[in-house]
């Protein structure tokens, strides 16, 4: 599975961005889905996921309420809308799939830099 993450950039805090993860599988709502980040000299850290379906979701305590992620299978993507942002929010955003719903996952894209200023 190819993923392609895309929709970073510099936003004022309380701004909003979404970010979109397009992939190459035909067989994409096979894969569970989930959006990670990284901050300059932290350890990766998960943020959410959705299950194949899409009616299973789970988030990091960190943004609970202010981010939801979707999917559109007839589409390919995975999308994390970003409401409400802080400058701890600041990182590089990635994407991954994983044909099961739990963690770790399997396939990951690039990352998309999410730039958060005060």
């Known amino acids: 599975v190819q993923l392609q993450a895309s929709g970073g950039g510099l936003v004022q805090a309380g701004g909003s961005l979404r970010l979109s993860c397009a992939a190459s599988?035909?067989?994409?709502?096979?894969?569970?889905l989930g959006w990670f980040r990284q901050a300059p000299g932290k350890e990766r850290e998960f943020v959410a996921r959705v299950s194949r379906s899409g009616f299973r979701t789970e988030y990091a305590n960190s943004v609970k309420g202010r981010f939801t992620i979707s999917r559109d299978n007839a589409k390919n993507t995975v999308y994390l809308q970003m409401n409400s942002l802080k400058p701890e929010d600041t990182a590089v955003y990635y994407c991954?799939?994983?044909?099961?719903?739990?963690?770790?996952?399997?396939?990951w894209g690039q990352g998309t830099q999410v730039t958060v200023s005060s």
């Open positions: 991954a799939a994983d044909p099961t719903y739990e963690l770790p996952y399997t396939y």
């Open positions: 599988e035909r067989t994409f709502s096979n894969y569970a």
